[in-house]
């Protein structure tokens, strides 16, 4: 059996799974742009709220550490950069966990929502081929890490060692692969007679959006309120 | 024939001028009956397959199904032959096994209740009821392949198309594979099954296709075929009468 994948939607029976797809969507965009600004207080807010919400979710962040590493990278170079720039240890700290958190909300609804139900539940485009666009855009990204993971096991088995030449041949390949892969989905989808506009059904809203809603207005509160 | 499902004519396929990969090929494939297309690889099997259900264009040749000419009408081919592709992972659209499925009919429009009623109805058929819920990519080979197959026989096409189904496949899933298609053909489904390795099911084909360098070399029941196989580089077991060419014991 195959190693759960990053980004990718589980069926579970959870209060996040429950949510309306269109508020998380929303919760994600508003929760990363006070992240931007965040720190104190209403950072350890969104942190403790993620870190709950990740218990709550079972997010199998261990079967996820491989393909996290690639972000861990990423975290050290913007932290590293801060520090660089403000020569501040705890600004760089504080921009590390904003992007670290940002991940995690990613995270959380990807796990939590699959990629048709957020095309489906965006009022106005839900008609329209972009609802197309949105999902096969979403379901793509699991098969990125896929992929990657396969080469990446692939030139370890060969023995291949880190230098520039691999971390190029790695990426040609990686191109090469998902080019691959991706032209013979569009004849899978063709086959099964893909049709971008076909009519999609909201889902409604409930009372499991609660939770969410009001945890977002809280955040956005204390912003408005200095709690910064 | 009267039960004639699908017929071909002259079907030739080429890329450019220089290299022809399918050479006016002519045959004929009975209503529920299990046809093999068997050769070496690059024969052109695959392209074959996917010309039948309309997804790379054809040059030259005529189609023929249910006695209709089909040749220039590719959505109709689309929406009739269902193909189950050789690599079942690139082949999923849902990310779990029942959104997966529902794809296929969600595109055919259907109302919800019959899409509903379908995909209860092809999730018993291939008891996949306990995965319902499973993201596809982390199923077993056997599963996935059992996955691609409920995909396309949920749209309930006239003929099914499979390439290489048993390709990377441990013993059970190819005996579980091969039953589950002899269940579907008992059930009145068409088949065309794509395989080189001929001892795993050629006893239970009805009508075997050879192809080789872009030719239709051989064309018959497996019996008439059989002692010709070897010579077209296919693997046949020496000394192994054609009922013993399968993989169930039974």
Not at chain 1, 6 to 23: A, V
Not at chain 1, 156 to 163: D, T, V
Request: aromatic content about 8%; proline content about 4%.
């Amino acid at each position: 059996m195959a190693h759960a994948v990053i980004f990718s939607f589980r069926h579970q029976d959870r209060l996040l799974n429950k949510t309306h797809p269109l508020i998380k969507v929303i919760a994600l965009l508003c929760g990363c742009i006070l992240l931007f600004r965040a720190s104190g207080f209403l950072l350890s807010s969104i942190a403790l709220f993620l870190i709950a919400l990740t218990i709550l979710q079972r997010l199998p962040l261990r079967s996820y550490a491989r393909q996290l590493r690639f972000f861990i990278l990423l975290f050290v170079l913007i932290a590293f950069g801060e520090y660089a720039h403000s020569q501040s240890m705890r600004s760089a700290l504080i921009v590390l966990v904003r992007y670290a958190l940002m991940i995690l909300y990613a995270l959380l609804i990807t796990d939590s929502t699959s990629s048709d139900e957020i095309a489906n539940s965006i009022p106005l485009i839900n008609k329209s081929v972009l609802a197309s666009g949105i999902e096969l855009t979403l379901a793509i990204v699991p098969m990125i890490f896929q992929v990657s993971e396969e080469i990446r096991i692939a030139q370890r088995a060969r023995l291949r060692r880190w230098s520039i030449r691999s971390t190029f041949e790695y990426l040609s390949t990686l191109f090469e692969l998902l080019l691959l892969r991706l032209e013979e989905q569009a004849l899978a989808l063709e086959g099964r007679l893909f049709d971008a506009k076909r009519k999609r059904h909201a889902p409604p809203v409930s009372m499991h959006d609660v939770p969410m809603i009001l945890a977002t207005l809280l955040f956005i509160g204390l912003r408005i309120f200095g709690y910064e | 024939m009267n039960d004639e499902l699908l017929r071909v004519e002259g079907l030739t396929y080429a890329l450019g001028e220089d290299k022809t990969i399918l050479d006016h090929l002519s045959f004929s494939v009975r209503e529920g009956s299990f046809t093999l297309l068997c050769g070496p690889n690059g024969a052109g099997k695959s392209t074959l397959l996917r010309i039948l259900k309309g997804l790379y264009p054809l040059e030259e040749g005529t189609i023929f199904l249910e006695g209709k000419d089909v040749t220039k009408k590719e959505k109709h081919r689309l929406r009739e032959i269902g193909l189950v592709f050789q690599d079942a992972d690139s082949q999923f659209v849902g990310q779990s096994v029942e959104k997966d499925i529902r794809f296929g009919v969600e595109n055919l429009a259907l109302p919800v209740e019959e899409q509903n009623r379908r995909i209860d109805e092809v999730l018993h058929l291939l008891s996949m009821e306990e995965q319902r819920h499973r993201n596809p990519h982390t199923l077993s080979g056997g599963e996935k392949r059992k996955l691609a197959i409920a995909g396309v026989l949920v749209m309930q096409p006239k003929l099914i198309l499979l390439d290489e189904p048993f390709a990377n496949l441990d013993y059970q899933s190819i005996v579980a594979t091969l039953k589950l298609l002899l269940r579907l053909q008992k059930n009145g489904h068409t088949i065309i099954l794509v395989s080189h390795e001929i001892e795993k099911c050629l006893a239970h084909a009805d009508h075997v296709l050879v192809l080789s360098d872009s030719l239709l070399v051989e064309e018959g029941s497996p019996k008439k075929v059989l002692p010709r196989l070897s010579g077209h580089g296919i693997y046949v077991p020496h000394d192994t009468p054609l009922e013993k060419l399968t993989w169930l014991t039974q």
